[in-house]
C-alpha cells in the first residue's frame, strides 16, 4: 500500500496563476483533509471531505476550491495564486472522520508563490 | 471551541536526556480524543498516539511514554534517554466525539544534540 500519495512535491507559481494539487489514498478511508502548515502555526485545516460526496470548508478555506473526484482522490485547487498561499501543503485521511481514528498524512507539497 | 497549547516553541537537549512536550486542552465535550503526531526533518507527519477521554491510563512504549491527566486538562509526552533521531516537531490534537475536525496545536521543536 502507497498509503496517501500527493503531486507535485514542489510547485513555485507566479502570482495569479492557478494550479492543482492532487492526493490520492489506497486505504478504502471515508474521509479526507487539507491543511497547510506555516512556520510557527501548526497545522490549519483547508478543507475537509467526510466521505464522498461531500466537502466542508475548514478554518482557512479563502482562496481554494476542492473537489472529491471518488472516493481515492481528493484535489485541491488554486485558482489565483497569491505570495500568502506560499505553503507547506498536507492531504491527510482517515477511516471514518468522527470516531477514534488517527489521520494518514501525505509527504506534503511545497509550494512558493512569486 | 476547543484549543490545543503547546507552550514550548522548542527544546533543546543532549542526547541521553529525558525530555517533556507539554500539552494543554481546553474543551468543553464529555468525549473527545487526543493525539500525538511527529513530523522528522523529511517533512512527512506520523501518528505516535492517541487517547479517548474515558482513558486514563498512562501509556508507555520503549522510551516513549504518555500522562494524560483530565484534572489538568493535559496529555504530557515524555521520551527517555532521547536520541538524535528523536529530533522532530511533536504536534499534540484533540478532537471532539462526532466532529471530523481536529484542533492541532502548534507543535513543538525537539532538536536532540549528539
Known amino acids: 500500500n502507497a498509503g496517501v500519495t500527493q503531486t507535485p512535491k514542489f510547485q513555485v507559481l507566479k502570482t495569479g496563476q492557478s494550479m492543482t494539487l492532487q492526493c490520492a489514498q489506497d486505504?478504502?478511508?471515508?474521509?479526507m483533509y487539507w491543511y497547510r502548515q506555516d512556520p510557527g502555526m501548526g497545522l490549519r485545516l483547508i478543507y475537509y471531505s467526510a466521505s464522498e460526496g461531500t466537502t466542508d470548508k475548514g478554518e482557512v478555506p479563502n482562496g481554494y476550491n476542492v473537489s472529491r473526484l471518488n472516493k481515492r482522490e481528493f484535489s485541491l485547487r488554486l485558482e489565483s495564486a497569491a505570495p500568502s498561499q506560499t505553503s507547506v501543503y498536507f492531504c491527510?485521511?482517515?477511516?471514518?472522520?468522527?470516531?477514534?481514528?488517527?489521520?494518514?498524512f501525505g509527504p506534503g507539497t511545497r509550494l512558493t508563490v512569486l | 471551541a476547543q484549543k490545543v497549547t503547546q507552550a514550548q516553541t522548542e527544546i533543546s537537549v543532549v542526547e541521553k536526556e529525558d525530555v517533556t512536550l507539554d500539552c494543554v486542552y481546553e474543551t468543553r465535550d464529555t468525549t473527545y480524543y487526543l493525539f500525538w503526531y511527529k513530523q522528522p526533518p523529511s517533512g512527512e507527519l506520523v501518528f505516535l498516539i492517541r487517547?479517548?477521554?474515558?482513558?486514563?491510563q498512562n501509556e508507555i512504549s520503549g522510551r516513549y511514554s504518555w500522562n494524560f491527566q483530565k484534572s489538568t486538562s493535559s496529555f504530557n509526552f515524555t521520551i527517555t534517554a532521547s536520541q538524535v533521531v528523536d529530533s522532530a516537531v511533536y504536534f499534540c490534537a484533540h478532537k471532539a466525539g462526532g466532529s471530523y475536525i481536529p484542533t492541532f496545536g502548534r507543535g513543538t521543536s525537539l532538536i536532540v544534540h549528539p
Open positions: 491527510a485521511s482517515s477511516p471514518d472522520g468522527t470516531v477514534y481514528n488517527e489521520q494518514f
Open positions: 487517547r479517548n477521554s474515558f482513558d486514563e
Open positions: 486505504m478504502n478511508h471515508n474521509s
